[in-house]
């Protein structure tokens, strides 16, 4: 993933923030995402299944971030 660690701005409960969602495959063969989970669930991933080619850079979906969760 780029970044490998996402940092969301200081926010207010009832105020959500995405950040999109982007992979880097370093695979000489096409590589399938088909799920990204977190611990914490506060944050969500919004995307569908999909196949990145080798060696490329997709982005793929977002990521949100709810403190009120």
């Known amino acids: 993933m780029i970044p490998q660690v996402l ?6 409960p009832g105020v959500s923030q995405s950040k999109p969602l982007i992979a880097r495959s370093t695979f000489e063969v096409p590589v399938t995402i088909k799920a990204v989970t ?3 669930f506060r ?7 999909v196949k990145i080619k080798a060696n ?8 949100t971030f709810d403190p009120t969760k």
């Not at 944050?43 to 299944?49: C, D, E, G, N, R």
């Not at 490329?56 to 990521?63: A, D, H, V």
Request: aromatic content about 20%.
């Open 7 to 12: 940092n969301f701005n200081p926010t207010y």
């Open 38 to 40: 977190s611990n914490d």
């Open 43 to 49: 944050i969500m991933a919004s995307f569908s299944p």
């Open 56 to 63: 490329n850079k997709t982005e793929f979906g977002y990521i």
